[in-house]
């Protein structure tokens, strides 16, 4: 199975940006979508924004205009760029990748904003 790594997470302060990265141990073609979703204590995990083969991408509403997924083939990396962050947008960040036989999670990287 392709396995996938989240990084670019940390500490930033209110309107500020970061940009996550996921980077997949193999194609990012073997799965049919790849997503962000986030995460915190207490809740269930929900989503964030997603992007197929084709390049296509959406998003949840809390984050439309905000954030923007992206793909870069040849690194096999699905990246997503954060902007006017805010302290509600704390949490766990996750990776996911699907292929209609299984799903690939990462382990999450942690963003916290400051206000």
């Known amino acids: 199975q392709v396995q996938l790594v989240e990084s670019g997470g940390g500490l930033v302060q209110h309107g500020g940006s970061l940009r996550l990265s996921c980077a997949a141990s193999?194609?990012?073609?073997?799965?049919?979508?790849m997503g962000w979703y986030r995460q915190t204590p207490g809740k269930q995990r929900v989503f964030i924004a997603l992007?197929?083969?084709?390049?296509?991408?959406n998003y949840a509403d809390s984050v439309k205009g905000r954030f923007t997924i992206s793909r870069d083939n040849a690194k096999n990396t699905v990246y997503l760029q954060m902007n006017s962050l805010t302290p509600e947008d704390t949490a766990v960040y996750y990776c996911?990748?699907?292929?209609?036989?299984?799903?690939?999670w990462g382990q999450g990287t942690q963003v916290t904003v400051s206000s």
């Open positions: 992007i197929n083969s084709g390049g296509a991408a």
């Open positions: 193999g194609s990012i073609f073997t799965f049919y979508v």
């Open positions: 996911c990748g699907k292929n209609g036989n299984y799903d690939s």
